[in-house]
């Protein structure tokens, strides 16, 4: 396997006595789809919470490619390429679509402290927002304003405005959370088809989904990093079929 | 005014059709031009209006775009008017560098109070700045030397604008004044909430977490509209020190901190013309119920506050909007407030 684009060296992270991470080690190698799953409270957020820069471990090391991000602030680490989603959409209500994501494409350009020319001259950057929703199948909503988007559109807009950002690694919190089944069978389509140079890793409580759509599985419990493996690997273990999917989750379909 | 308008092809045009000038922007700023014909003796009136409405805007681009409180920013209001006043009283009554120089050392005051600013949200950037403003007025209470004081500053005199249009008593040269530093600062204010920044204001006023995960950073926003926001304020009271040749305490107090909110919330925040309409109408009731009673003519705004906040959440400019967008609004009052009077672009 290549070097991991994203990886992390003995995480530890508590709330007073509740230990939320725990040595936590994980290596993505580009490209690759992983999936996040773990029972509720297993700290699958808060690890991504950790590392996008949101919560601060109390040791260990986040490493972007080569570079040491520990000490970076949110902002600087999408702008090295790392980015998220959130489980509760995250949205700005009052824009539009295009708004929304050309805001974000500004930002990244660094065009966005021009306020002496109009939005409109610069083509490009709109032109970039309007290819990132047209590939989200969000085109012809793009002059509505975001709270008068269907639900699953605004969680598409959530990843529209991840891609935005230009992510070398992809870090999505539920993306279909709230999504009815046959939505979130498109939405994970669409995550699908986006360009292999992204490294991606999802949290989804729907099986039949992780193993379709991931090529690899951490397992996260109480903090620590069960096992991973390939998604076969991950529904054979017994350990995994004792802790998790033994609790209700039926199952699993291989895809 | 943000209208649904049926969206023309394409993404380019549906924002362009955003930003153009839409007739009843024309008819509005013709209208400003009325009183100079149709009520020449309030043309005093119509010059505090002007001076009210920029001040207005002012707080509208950083409440009404980028979601800052601010109930101290009466302070650079004072400050500009204290440093127009100071500047004639030491011997240089030359209005325009005044002007200039007031509107400088505003946002100077502002850019370096942004730095606390950016740091902070709801109800903390409410106490900080109504803090920051009881702090300013204090200090010129007491720098009885350089202020006079509650007795205001003294001796301000203007020399003729362009050497040519004496500060009169009707006001004709005020008002001119007045409304055309208004008119530049809206073309300015125009031009900035239509840019990337202006965008990326609104984000921070929407979202500022998001903000955030998108990779921006917010504070170098906030500090720069802040120091812009307070430039403009500075240049409405000096104006209105120019204009009167007076500068008293007022022009930095609580007051004037609240009476400009909610002159904004009653127009309507984050369309530019809102702190303008409200304005307006502020001050001509003022005129008119402190005519009738000069007591207790706060007693109908307090109603008309109340009364706007119930009903017309999004103030009066909302309301008018809202009425605009409904089908029959659209047939009788659309074309004033399209984007496509100029004809089909290509």
Known sequence: MNAPVLATRDLNKSFGSLVVASGIEIALPAGVRYALIGPNGAGKTTLINMVTGMLRPDSGSILLGADDITALSPEQRVRLGLVRTFQINSLFP????????????????????????????????????????????????????????????????????????????????????????????????????????ITVLFIEHDMELVFRFASRVIVLVGGRVLVEGTPAEIAADERVRAVYLGKGHGEPRRG | ????????????????????????????????????????????????????????????????????????????????????????????????????????????????????????????????????????????????????????????????????????????????????????????????????????????????????????????????IFTIAAVMAGVAGAILTQSTETVSLGSLDFQRSADILVILILGGTGRLYGGLIGAVIYLIARDQFS???????????????????????????GGLSEMVNTERGQRWFGWLTSSSWRGKSP
């Not at chain 2, 002007?99 to 950016?118: E, H, K, P, R, T």
């Not at chain 2, 007591?295 to 959440?313: A, E, K, M, R, T």
């Open chain 1, 94 to 197: 009052h824009l539009t679509a295009l708004e929304s994501v050309t805001l974000a494409v500004c930002e990244r350009r660094r065009v966005a402290r021009t306020w002496w020319r109009q939005l409109t001259a610069y083509r490009d950057e709109i032109d970039e927002a309007y290819d990132i929703l047209t590939a989200l199948t969000l085109a012809p909503v793009c002059h509505r304003r975001t709270r008068e988007l269907a639900y699953g559109q605004q969680r598409l807009l959530e990843i529209a405005l991840a891609l935005a950002a230009k992510p070398k690694v992809l870090l999505l919190d539920e993306p279909a959370a709230g999504v009815p089944r046959e939505e979130s069978k498109e939405l994970f389509a669409a995550i699908a088809g986006l360009s292999r140079d």
């Open chain 2, 1 to 224: 005014m943000a209208l649904s308008a049926p969206a023309p092809a394409g993404p380019l045009q549906y924002l362009e059709a955003q930003a153009r000038w839409r007739p009843i922007e024309l008819v509005f700023w013709l209208a400003t031009l009325l009183p100079f014909v149709l009520t020449p003796s309030y043309l005093v009136l119509a010059s505090q209006i002007a001076v009210t409405a920029l001040f207005a805007m002012s707080l509208d681009l950083i409440l009404g775009y980028a979601g800052i409180v601010s109930l101290g920013h009466a302070a650079f209001f004072g400050f500009g008017a204290y440093t127009a006043g100071l500047i004639s009283k030491w011997g240089w009554g030359e209005p325009l560098t005044g002007l200039v120089l007031a509107g400088f050392a505003a946002g100077l005051l502002g850019y370096l109070f942004s730095f606390i600013i950016a740091r902070f949200r709801h109800l903390a950037l409410i106490m900080i700045t109504l803090g920051f403003g009881l702090l300013l007025e204090e200090a010129a209470n007491s720098a009885n030397w350089l202020t006079g004081g509650a007795d205001g500053l003294q001796g301000v005199h203007m020399w003729p604008l362009f050497n040519t249009f004496q500060f009169d008593l009707y006001g004709y040269t005020a008002y001119s004044y007045a409304l055309i530093a208004l008119f530049l600062c809206f073309l300015l204010s125009r031009r900035l909430i239509n840019s990337p920044f202006g965008l990326s204001l609104r984000g921070i006023r929407e979202n500022i977490v998001r903000m955030r995960a998108i990779g921006a950073e917010s504070r170098p926003h906030i500090r720069t």
């Open chain 2, 291 to 317: 005519g009738i009673n000069p007591q207790y003519w706060y007693f109908p705004i307090g109603i008309l506050l109340i009364l706007v906040v119930l009903f017309l959440p999004n103030g009066i400019l």
